[in-house]
């Protein structure tokens, strides 16, 4: 990888678009003071992304553009390309030329581009960093400048050591590191603290916590308990009720069977009752008749006597009258209502065998009265014979309804008792109905609600000391006193944030432990690189001294930060020192704070630099440039007339420094000495015309010498 083309347009001094070819090796840029040589150096500077105004010479970000002259008008903006011929891919991109442009308005507006495309200037720093170029102090070496760098005192040199040597991207990955180990300590302290705070807190609400679990532990065993119990109390009440239901059921279909027959009883009282109302009335008439007939017969009974009296007084009844009457009432006596015409025909024959004719009338009245006697005889017999029958009747009927009364009370009596016996039932329903209610409160009581899982524990039978259990639960629950919901809720929140925390202690801890090692692993890479690094450097700096001084000695000393403050030297090789802020800083390393450069010239006493001449300045700093070079080649460097100083002797020695360096490093030098350029394989003269403006002059190989000449 190398400088392959530098395209100027409007930078500076350099109007128009200016093309500057780049083979390996040195190219010098020549040309008379003031023509723009040092433009070329600034515009490399700049489109590689330089920021720093005094280093490009400047003092407002537009001084770069042309600023136009009395001849020529000023520009609007400013752009230079530089192409890096990429064929080994130094530079991680496919492409085999990459160019970089930067391009500023007037306006303020800038862009940078990579091989075309826009780009931000993270990006060109990063592809310039990637090819081991770019940020390096001594890249670009301004004129002027090539002895600040060792006047810039020894944290700069320290510094461009550690450029040289690739350790600066492992500080600045231990600075990121050491940020982040920071924040995490910061994170860690504050995690502990809170948990600090959150501790005694937890620890309270624990023990509360624990007293609350174990009341609930004896809250489930009483529910348990209470469960089976209230099962088995309301199993043995439902079982009862049940039974008790049974028995009414069964009194109830007794009860209506019992009713209907006392209410068939009564129906056929009243009936017998209301048939025995006709009877009685009916018999009264008949008695009534029968009255009437016997005192009818009564009275024939007279008339026929008082006839038979007159008979008796005129015709004397033949034969005794009292035989007579004897025989006529055995006949009545006879009467039968079967036999009447007998009787008629037997009493009319003992009347005629008794009777005289001498009183027909009387006779005749005696006949008539007989017959009208002998039919109202014959009726009070039919009267008889039918109130006999109903008499008869009438005292069958009396049993039988004595008898059904007798039923009809006996039944009455045995509703009347169950009754009795169905409101006690009831009232033992009742009960156990209230027992039942009262039971299902108690149950509501105790679980807050009626429990659906009760039936589950509906059994006959349960341990007989389960009521002093449950009474024993109860009283200790009431000595554990009441749970309390939010104290809960706290601990549980409480234990989830310490939880919580705790993880991210743990995770800080581990994150701050592999922190400390990163950075231990990044001190170990950096003090072996610089370790490395100062050791090839210090040799090749003595050496390169001493040829360019051509003689002396020349030395580089670490210094390291003592605990006052003030700088100590020290040697590379030391212990480790003690742990600081959990990172161990070893000697050499971490505290060394400097490089302090120690030269004496040929024949002269050993001084610090500020003593030397300007010209031995400028070779002790191409010698530590060249040592830097030469143990850590750069890709290329712009070296802006550092040798200036230099008389004719030293020139040679400087070139020829040069020319070996040049086998790794490519060179661009602005110089007026003739030696350098005669090391040079291209030659650029640069000329300013008339109109201010700056021109290059491509000048042949050939003629370089002619030139330096
Ligand atoms: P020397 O050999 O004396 O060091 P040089 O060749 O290196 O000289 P430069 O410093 O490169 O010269 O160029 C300086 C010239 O560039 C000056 O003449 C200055 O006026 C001109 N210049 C600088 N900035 C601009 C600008 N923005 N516009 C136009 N010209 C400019």
Known sequence: MYLKRLEIQGFKSFAQKTVLDFEPGITAVVGPNGSGKSNVADSLRWVMGEQSLKLLRGKKSEDVIFAGSDRKSKLSFAEVSLTFDNKDHKIPSDYSEVVVTRRLYRN??????????????????????????????????????????????????????????????YYLKREKTIRKLEQTSENLSRVSELLNEIEPRLRSLKRQAKRMEEREVIAAQLASLQMEYFGNQSYLLETEIKAVSERLELKRVILVKLETEISSFQKTLEKEEQQTGQSNSFLEELEK??????????????KLAEIKGKLKAEVPITRNFNEFRQKFEDIINLLRPENIDEIKTKLKNLVL???????????????????????????????????????????????????????????????????DEQNLVLVEKAKLDTRLESLEKEIKEAFGHFPETLKNYKKAQVAAELPNQISKLKHQLELAGGVDEATMMEYRETQERFDYLTNQSKDLEGGVTDLRSVIEELDQIIKKQFDEAFGKISKKFEEYFRILFNGGRAQMTLLRAQANGEEEEVLPEEDEEPVVDGLKKKKGTMQIVGIEIKATPPGKKLATIAALSGGERALTAIALLCSMLACYPSPFVVLDEVDAALDEANSIRFAKILGTLAHQTQFITITHNRETMRQAHTLYGVTMNDEGVSKILSVKLEKAEAIAQ
């Open 353 to 419: 065998s008794y009777s005289t004719s001498k009183n027909d009338d009387l006779l005749g009245q005696k006949k008539t009265l007989d017959t009208e006697l002998e039919s109202t005889v014959k009726e009070i017999a039919e009267y008889n014979i039918t109130r006999n029958k109903l008499l008869a009747e009438e005292k069958q009927k009396k049993s039988f309804l004595t008898e059904e009364e007798k039923k009809f009370r006996s039944k009455t009596f045995e509703l009347t008792k169950l009754k």
């Open 108 to 169: 303020g507006e800038s862009e940078y581009l990579l091989n075309n495309n826009r780009a931000r200037l993270l990006d060109v720093v990063d592809m310039l960093l990637s090819c081991g170029f770019g940020a390096t102090n001594y890249a670009v070496i301004g004129q002027g400048l090539i002895d600040q760098m060792i006047m810039a005192g020894p944290a700069e040199i320290k510094n461009l050591v550690e450029e040289a040597s690739g350790v600066k991207p």
């Open 289 to 302: 008749k029968f009255k009437v007939l016997e005192d009818k017969k009564l009275s024939l009974l007279e």
